[in-house]
């Protein structure tokens, strides 16, 4: 009886031949090509592992203290047969998965448009991707579709067999979007902007979750991603443009406060460069845009008089000390810092 418990796991495996391993199920055509990629990587490695462990079985048995019929060498230490077997195998399994991996990541790269939308299926002449911009908050998701005029909280709608392009940041710390059922995972953070794009290719309701953590309310930072037919995706976004409620600067910033468990919200208006001051991360009243800041003149746009204007301590001020002296020491640093002075002290240059 008391191995009863240590027995209940192996009894409830029946139990999970239901079970859809989304992951190597998906429904969009990145998951499936990417899932494609796992089994081919895995099977290329069971080439090596799988042998290994019978012929490690094999030799125990064969080569065991009873077995008295097996050849005994003991100056044998060289077969030019099992070296090959050796080395040439791992070494083609390692070119096979090289190959596979540089062909798949060029392919796969989230950033790249789509080829296709399934296999033998191209991208429709003149279908144009949707936009969705994301803004993972504390914590939660924001989907903002700037071509319908819409935003939502936690709930993200796509058309089936269309292209999606994503715009990701992040309000405030580093996240990771993923709907393990259309794509890999990718990150999200403060002031930068990353991009996905996936498609789903059957109507349902698939898990959307955040991978990275990031803080006390990560575990129920999940949402709701829905496939809908064009038409449904019409319905639904009229049906959000009617709500009334509109998604501007004072409603994104108290949205941006964090929260957890928080339900569907839907805005059926939105300020258009809303999404590109979050990136920049000047939502707030009176604070500069990262563009701004960052727009400054480099020393190859300078003019003349510019240079060598800098207020910074290491600037020269006037000639080094050993310029009339080759060899003094003054002459090892490039710089001549001015320390500052302490109370009570004389400042001091120090070569």
């Not at 399934?118 to 911009?133: T, Y």
């Not at 715009?167 to 996905?196: C, D, H, Q, W």
């Not at 290491?314 to 002459?331: I, L, Q, T, V, Y």
Request: with cysteine.
């Amino acid at each position: 009886m008391n191995r009863l418990p240590r027995l209940l796991p192996l009894l409830a495996l029946p139990l999970t031949a239901g079970c859809d391993m989304v992951v190597l199920n998906p429904a969009g055509d990145v998951a499936r090509q990417q899932a494609n990629l796992i089994l081919w990587s895995t099977g290329l490695m069971l080439l090596i592992i799988v042998p290994v462990m019978a012929l490690t079985v094999l030799f125990a048995w064969r080569y065991r203290a009873k077995n008295q019929q097996a050849d005994y060498r003991p100056d044998w230490d060289h077969s030019t047969i099992l070296e090959l077997a050796i080395w040439s195998a791992p070494l083609l399994i390692v070119i096979a998965l090289g190959a596979l991996t540089w062909v798949s990541t060029h392919t796969l790269d989230p950033y790249r448009p789509l080829g296709r939308i399934a296999a033998g299926r191209p991208v429709p002449a003149g279908q144009k991707p949707l936009e969705v911009q994301v803004v993972s908050l504390d914590w939660k998701w924001l989907f903002i579709y700037p071509e319908q005029g819409i935003a939502t909280v936690n709930e993200l709608v796509v058309p089936v067999d269309r292209q999606v392009r994503f715009r990701l940041t992040s309000s405030s710390v580093m996240n990771t979007f993923y709907v393990p059922a259309m794509a890999g995972m990718i990150y999200t953070m403060p002031g930068m902007e990353t991009k996905l794009h996936a498609v789903l290719n059957r109507p349902g309701t698939f898990e959307g979750v955040s991978a990275n953590y990031s803080g006390a309310g990560f575990s129920d930072m999940r949402f709701p991603t829905l496939a809908v037919d064009p038409t449904g995706f019409d319905r639904w976004a009229a049906m959000v443009k009617g709500g009334g409620r509109r998604l501007g600067q004072a409603e994104y910033l108290a949205l941006e406060k964090p929260s957890e468990r928080v339900p569907t919200i839907r805005f059926g208006a939105i300020d258009p460069a809303l999404f590109g001051r979050i990136v920049q991360m000047c939502v707030r009243p009176g604070q500069r845009c990262m563009s701004g800041d960052m727009h400054t003149k480099g020393a190859m746009e300078k003019a003349p008089e510019d240079l060598g204007t800098s207020p910074h301590m290491s600037a020269p001020h006037g000639d080094a000390s050993g310029k009339g002296e080759p060899g003094d020491d003054s002459n090892r640093n490039m710089t001549r810092l001015d320390t500052r002075a302490l109370p009570g002290a004389r400042p001091t240059g120090r070569g």
